[in-house]
DNA sequence: TTTGGAACTTGACGATGGAAAGATCGACGC
DNA sequence: GCGTCGATCTTTCCATCGTCAAGTTCCAAA
C-alpha cells in the first residue's frame, strides 16, 4: 500500500496494485452506470487491463461487487461518525447525528447506497461483508440503546425513519424536502428523526 | 377483452392476447429472477412466444418494465385499501392502515416493490406510470392532511416509516421484527407508525 | 541462473437485448 | 367471394456481456 505506483510509470504487464485500481475504477462505474447496467468489462477497461484480469483477484462480478459493498459500509460509518462529531453530546443529539450521517451518505453515493440496501447481487455470506455490514448494525444497536431505546420496536422506528428518508431522499422523491436550503433541511430531518426516538 | 382465448386452444400464429399474457409472465419473471436477473428472453419463453415478439407491444425491456411497475402502483393502492377498510374510521387509524397495506405489499411482491421503488428501469417519463404513481402519492398527502398533518415535514415522516419499514423488512433486515406473529406484528408496526403522525 | 507460481492477456463460448427482414393472419373494401 | 393492407409474430443477425481455458510475461526465491 505504501510507495504505490506514480503517475509516470511506463506501462508494465503486471500492475502493481490492480486490487485497488479495479475497486476505484468500479466505484466510478457504479456511479456513472448504476448497478442495473453496471459492466465488468467496462471496469476493466477503466483499469486500462483486458477484460479477464479483475477474474484474478475479484473471482467473478459477484465478487468485485462484495468488496464494493464492505468498502461502502465502511464509508457509511464514517459518513455517521462525522456528524456524531459535530453533534452534542447527549444520547439523543447523537442518535440523530447518526440519522443525519445516514442520509448523507446515501445522498453522496446513491448507487452504492442502493448496493449495500437494495441489490441481491453482493455476496452477503462473505465474511468481509458480514463483518462491516454487522458493525454498522451494532452502531445503531448501541446508539438506541443509549437513548432508553429497548426492544426491536424501538431500534426497527430509528432505523425505519433513517432508512426510509435516505431511501426516498436518494430516489428524487421526496424533493421539496432535499431542496430545502441546507440548515433548515438538517433542521426538518432531524425533527423526523426525533419524533420516533423512545 | 371479454370472450378471450380458453385454454384448450390449439397454437395459433396470433397469441390472441399477448400483451396481458406477456405482463403475467412479466410479472413471474420478476418474482422468481429479481430486477438484476430479469431476462426478456426468459418472459417471451414463459410466454410461450419467440423473442422478438414483446417488442411489437411493448418497444423493449423498459417498456415491459414501465407496464409492470404502473401495474405494480394499481396493486399498491389495492393492498392499502384493504387495510383500510378493515380499521376504524379515525384518521389516524386509516393512516396506519396505509402503512400496513405499504408493509403488506413490499412483503408480498419484493422483487415488484423493488422495481416500482429502487430501480432505474422503468421510464418514469410514461405517462401510464406517472398517473399511479401519482396516485398513490396523492393516497398519501390526503392521509396526512387528514390527520392535521400540514408541510413536507408531517408528510415526509409518515412516507418514511412506512417506506423503511417496508423496504428494510423485505430485505430481510429486520428479521426479528417481521418473525413476530401476525397480530404482535402488526401492532408493533401500526406503534412505530402512530409515533411520527402529527 | 534457473524455475515455479502469480499476474495478466487472448480467444472462445453461450446468453442477452435490439434491429432488420420475412412470414402469417385478420379485417375491411369491393 | 376476393384481394390487399396493416398488425402480429418469427427468423436471422449483431454487439455486448460474464466466464472459462490456455497461453504469455514477469517476479522472486532457491
Same sequence: chains 1, 2.
Avoid: C
Avoid at 486490487?19 to 471496469?43: D, K, M, N, Y
Avoid at 450521517?101 to 458480514?130: C, E, H, K, T, V
Amino acid at each position: 500500500m505504501t510507495d504505490g505506483p506514480t503517475l509516470d510509470e511506463k506501462p508494465r504487464y503486471h500492475h502493481g496494485d490492480l486490487q485497488a485500481a479495479l475497486l476505484v475504477a468500479a466505484e466510478a462505474e457504479l456511479a456513472e452506470a448504476g448497478i442495473e447496467a453496471f459492466s465488468l468489462r467496462r471496469v476493466a477497461r477503466r483499469a486500462g487491463v483486458s477484460h479477464a484480469a479483475p477474474a484474478h483477484h475479484f473471482g467473478d462480478v459477484q465478487g468485485l461487487l462484495t468488496a464494493l459493498a464492505a468498502e461502502g459500509y465502511r464509508r457509511f460509518l464514517q459518513a455517521q461518525a462525522a456528524r456524531e462529531a459535530e453533534a452534542t453530546g447527549d444520547a439523543a443529539s447523537q442518535m440523530v447525528a447518526a440519522g443525519l450521517g445516514y442520509i448523507d451518505f446515501a445522498l453522496a453515493r446513491p448507487a452504492l447506497f442502493r448496493l449495500m440496501f437494495s441489490s441481491d447481487r453482493p455476496d452477503y455470506g462473505n465474511a468481509d461483508l458480514l463483518v462491516w455490514a454487522d458493525r454498522a448494525y451494532q452502531h445503531l444497536e448501541q446508539g438506541v440503546a443509549a437513548t432508553g431505546g429497548q426492544g426491536i420496536e424501538d431500534l426497527g422506528a430509528v432505523w425505519a425513519v433513517a432508512h426510509g428518508l435516505a431511501d426516498l431522499l436518494a430516489a428524487g422523491r421526496l424533493d421539496a424536502l432535499r431542496g430545502l436550503p441546507g440548515p433548515a433541511r438538517d433542521a426538518a430531518l432531524a425533527g423526523i428523526i426525533r419524533r420516533v426516538l423512545p
